[in-house]
């Protein structure tokens, strides 16, 4: 290493140009590095969807959805599975967890589904599978009218994204909303029964009728090949008129609209949309992966823009989701706040080393951050809030070397040493401990590489680029620094103290803390106890909301519900948050969930019972709510006081992925226990002080008619139990045909029947395909009324029961999930059942323990770190003592400016373990030196006044660093910095304190 430090300073031009160049280097990396607003934490979940059409819940569950869940449970890593078995319908939701390649298990799951298909029942139509389920849309822009119908809507939605698939950067762009229209015939089930006809007869002739069969071609001699072409139906009219019966005895010739209505119809479960009010068609798209979409935002943005100008003044554009834009925001923010805390850094610098040493140590930032860059660049991370802030955090890390560097090579200039020898030897001296203590900084991150989850997938990023960031800064600090600083530095002939005023104050705590050493020893244990303690006061909210100002509400009735009445739920909620001022713009959807528009939103199935809204907000439009948790409340409180028979969740975006506050999951295999079991739970909550909005989903009982079919009976009339089955299926659900073409468009083609009562079921005309005579359904069956289950849920293979609740503002969750437990371990003792949590309290867990965990393994490694070093079992634990009394400065700290203990709050708690030892080992190695000749007390008062410069310096370096994110009010960020910049201001003067006078109890006695 001397030989090289030694080259760099004799070769100051080449080390100028190499500086250049990384400084080149550096701009270029960012402009181009791909620039999105957060790390991509898409869950590893897919979805199964199997459709079983005219089956009922229950025949889902037993014919399909328990064998794809024994499917789904051949592959490794799961973290649960969840099923949801309705009528028709079956869904299989995996999540796995994050230590499997899941891509590879993916294709495992697609193999197995392939096997089991066989062995699912005829009428299961289609099996998706969909690996994409937690992709966030990237833009979702609006289309909207009160005059303009859908069809209208949706040929200008189509203008608009047939220009935005042709940028490049574009992956997916896809219409949402349009009508996607089905051609029905309605058959009048009394005039087909005047006739020996069946619906499957004139599904028949209608297939024939619309059947499209390519004839071919033929040879001619002059012109060659020619495609010969049949023409079909050219309208509906064509439909109407083709003939479907001929009397055998008058000849009359029966059409198709003698016998049927005909028209066309949007499906029952099609979803709609419609923004502020008026009906909507959404245009969605996707850019391509590992793009900088800040920049191909711009061309999306240019077409957005020349598409809304020519629009009719009837239609209103509206962008509801814009993500280059939010991107834009948040990094030109962070890439502000970074200048700025570069600003303050240098301007510490210079206040504390003088002019030339500060100007020497701060070119260590840029060229640091340059390499970062560059490092970023060639390993293709991407630019966004987290990259940046571990850039932000590592501020006054970076020149921690180069002041201790630096600040040798001043001490040695000053004794008389020639400039270059100075340098080689402040630089040669110094390299083991900054070695060291960049070591330990290092080991306190890698762990958190480790975490679990979708937190821990996204903060992974920045424990690597602050490693980064320190290994750039520890090679700037041993050979750029020492080149320049031979170059530049003189000898100090008058040096100006600025620390004199500390310094002074400082010896006489130093000589109260050595001539008290054991009374010392047992306040600073002390007021860590008191510190600890108070932690109990402290709310936990694990992870807080996104600084987004965006609303969703889900809306969602008790199934079997009707499409009107969520409809009528939703205009209402609508009128509603219309009427405040505070909102922007709505856009809702009823039938379903709204394009993914965030990569942790909850996402809500299909189905007539389900509504959702995106709502936009600015505070600033009123006085009523300082923060956006306030107007969420007031939202919540407003719907229940003004809507009943609905659940309706308010949420705003979070970082994690969401959830009620506490959630109960009642597991077993009788439902009836289930139901038990959950009745008691849901009570319990109920009636708990400082719950709210408490729900119960479980399987539910509906009334349905169930036909027993006299099999005996049926043979004497020619029919069989398919007969049966098929033709009161066709009746009653329908059955797609064909295809019908019209004026260059497409349709899917529906045959059913017009019964819609008891009555007209039981008159049903059955036809055999034995005799050709119809029979009455109700000669061959008894309908009865039963009950029967509408829908039902599993977990892990077990039935489940659901109980969920949010918590009322001033209340604690881990008080009530505390006595939450301890009611259902001794109240509810129902043998065969199974109780899980979830909710904060599984969250809290789970993330806790792994930065316990990462917290140990870094206290490990660094202790093994130090014990290389020092080549002794005690002083690092010396060092190590120190870590534990940071936590008094983080306690302090998030007590005085009201914060709660976050995920990113332990984050902070962890990566000090790696920064306080810093000074504690540069001390400790002065300490060393210093005793020898000296007496030990001598030694530590000379060590500490030689080394308290540096130490404050590179503290206060790291602290003014951190003040942007501070104040920035970032809600994932600032409760981090918070507790570093706490942490590290209380056990930089412990450092100073406690470490000397451990050193000197420990050494005195073995003395």
Excluded at 279 to 307: A, M
Excluded at 417 to 427: D, H, K, R, V, Y
Excluded at 500 to 526: C, E, G, M, Q
Aim: aromatic share 8%; charged share 20%.
């Amino acid at each position: 290493m001397s030989r090289i430090i030694s080259w760099f300073i004799s070769n100051l031009k080449i080390t100028l140009a190499l500086s250049l160049i990384l400084l080149i280097g550096g701009v270029f990396s960012y402009y181009y590095l791909p620039k999105q607003e957060n790390p991509d934490t898409s869950s590893p979940a897919t979805q199964i969807i199997a459709i079983y059409p005219g089956a009922s819940s229950s025949e889902v569950e037993n014919l399909v959805t328990k064998p794809l869940e024994d499917a789904v449970a051949s592959i490794d890593g799961i973290d649960f599975i969840k099923s949801y078995s309705k009528d028709n319908l079956s869904i299989v939701l995996v999540m796995l967890n994050y230590e499997v390649d899941y891509d590879q298990e993916w294709e495992k799951l697609s193999d197995e589904i392939d096997t089991i298909r066989s062995t699912l029942p005829s009428g299961v139509s289609d099996i998706m599978i969909n690996n994409d389920l937690t992709e966030a849309t990237d833009f979702i822009f609006s289309i909207s009218s009160e005059e303009y119908d859908l069809d209208q809507l949706s040929d200008y939605a189509e203008t608009l994204r047939e220009r935005i698939s042709r940028i490049d950067s574009i992956k997916t762009c896809e219409v949402i909303g349009a009508p996607d229209k089905n051609l029905v015939v309605e058959v009048e089930q009394d005039k087909l029964d005047l006739y020996t006809l069946s619906l499957q007869d004139l599904s028949q002739l209608i297939s024939a009728k619309t059947i499209s069969i390519p004839p071919g071609d033929i040879g001619d001699e002059t012109l060659g090949k020619i495609n010969v072409s049949i023409e079909g139906s050219s309208g509906i009219r064509d439909l109407e008129n083709m003939i479907v019966y001929i009397s055998e005895d008058s000849g009359h010739q029966i059409r198709l609209k003698d016998l049927a209505q005909i028209y066309y119809e949007i499906p029952k479960d099609a979803q709609t949309y419609q923004t502020n009010l008026e009906r909507s068609v959404l245009v969605t798209g996707y850019f391509k992966d590992n793009q900088n979409i800040v920049l191909s935002g711009r061309e999306v943005e240019t077409v957005w823009d020349e598409f809304s100008s020519r629009l009719p003044a009837a239609i209103t554009p509206t962008s509801v989701i814009y993500l280059p834009q939010d991107v834009d925001d948040a990094v030109t923010d962070f890439i502000i706040n970074l200048l700025q805390g570069i600003a303050l850094v240098i301007l510490v610098v210079l206040v504390g080393m003088g002019r030339r040493n500060a100007v020497v140590v701060s070119i260590t930032l840029p060229l640091s951050i340059a390499m970062s860059l560059l490092f970023m660049y060639l390993v293709r991370f991407e630019m966004h809030q987290v990259s940046i802030a571990a850039l932000i955090i590592s501020l006054g890390i970076l020149v921690d070397n180069a002041i201790v560097v630096a600040d040798a090579i001043q001490v040695h200039m000053n004794t008389g040493i020639p400039a270059e020898q100075a340098a080689l030897l402040g630089a040669r001296e110094q390299a083991m401990p900054v070695f060291s203590s960049t070591l330990t900084t290092i080991a306190a991150f890698a762990p958190l590489t480790t975490l679990p989850g979708e937190a821990g997938e996204f903060v992974k990023t920045l424990p690597v680029v602050v490693i980064a960031a320190l290994i750039s800064s520890y090679l700037v600090a041993m050979l750029v620094v020492p080149s320049i600083a031979a170059h530049y530095f003189i000898p100090a002939t008058t040096k100006k103290d600025h620390l004199s005023f500390i310094k002074i104050r400082y010896r006489k705590l130093l000589d109260w803390s050595l001539d008290r050493p054991k009374r010392t020893l047992l306040l600073a244990l002390s007021v860590l106890l008191l510190s600890i303690l108070s932690i109990l006061m402290l709310d936990v909210k694990m992870f807080p909301n996104v600084d987004k100002d965006l609303v969703y509400l889900n809306i969602s009735n008790e199934p079997p519900a009707n499409r009107i009445q969520t409809e009528e739920t939703l205009d209402l909620t609508l009128k509603l948050l219309s009427d405040m001022a505070e909102i922007d713009s709505v856009t809702a959807t009823s039938g379903g969930g709204l394009p993914r528009f965030y990569m942790t939103e909850e996402v809500m199935g299909q189905g007539p019972e389900n509504a959702q809204i995106l709502a936009s907000f600015d505070l600033s439009k009123s006085d009523r709510f300082n923060s956006r948790e306030k107007l969420v409340s007031y939202i919540d409180e407003m719907l229940r006081n003004n809507i009943a028979g609905s659940h309706i969740t308010t949420r705003l975006l979070e970082i994690n992925m969401p959830g009620s506050a506490i959630e109960v999951r009642v597991l077993g295999e009788d439902q009836e226990l289930i139901r038990q079991a959950s009745d008691m739970v849901y009570q319990h909550l109920v009636h708990a002080q400082g719950t709210r909005n408490v729900r119960l989903d479980r399987e539910d009982y509906r009334y349905e008619y169930n036909l027993q079919i006299d099999e005996d009976q049926a043979m004497t009339y020619g029919l069989t139990v398919y007969d049966v089955q098929n033709q009161v299926n066709s009746a009653i659900s329908g059955r797609q045909v064909g295809i019908f073409r019209s004026a260059g468009h497409e349709y899917d083609l529906y045959l059913r029947s017009d019964i819609d009562t008891l009555e007209n079921l039981e008159n049903l005309g059955l036809k055999s395909s034995y005799t050709g005579e119809k029979t009455l359904l109700k000669q061959v069956a008894d309908i009865t009324l039963s009950k029967a289950i509408s829908s039902s849920e599993r977990y892990n293979r077990s039935n489940l029961s659901m109980i969920s609740a949010e918590v009322q503002e001033g209340y604690g969750v881990s008080k009530i999930q505390q006595k939450l437990e301890e009611y259902i371990e001794e109240e509810v003792q129902i043998s065969g059942i199974e109780f899980s949590f979830g909710g904060d309290s599984r969250t809290t867990s789970k993330y806790l323990s792994g930065l316990v965990g990462a917290g140990l393994v870094a206290l490990v490694i660094v202790y093994i770190i130090l014990l290389l070093q020092f080549n002794s079992i005690r002083q690092p634990f010396i060092i190590l003592g120190t870590i534990p009394l940071s936590f008094i400065g983080v306690i302090l700290f998030l007590h005085l400016t009201r914060t709660n203990f976050t995920f990113t709050v332990g984050l902070g708690i962890a990566s000090l373990f790696g920064i306080v030892v810093n000074n504690g080992i540069l001390l400790i190695e002065y300490i060393n030196r210093e005793r020898k000749g000296k007496d030990l007390r001598e030694a530590l008062e000379e060590a500490v006044e030689k080394r308290m410069s540096p130490i404050i310096l590179s503290s206060v370096t790291t602290i003014f660093g951190l003040l942007p994110l501070i104040f920035a009010n970032n809600s994932f960020f600032t409760p981090m910095a918070i507790a570093l910049a706490g942490g590290l201001l209380i056990s930089t003067v412990f450092t100073m304190t406690i470490i000397p006078t451990m050193y000197y109890v420990f050494h005195a006695k073995a003395k």
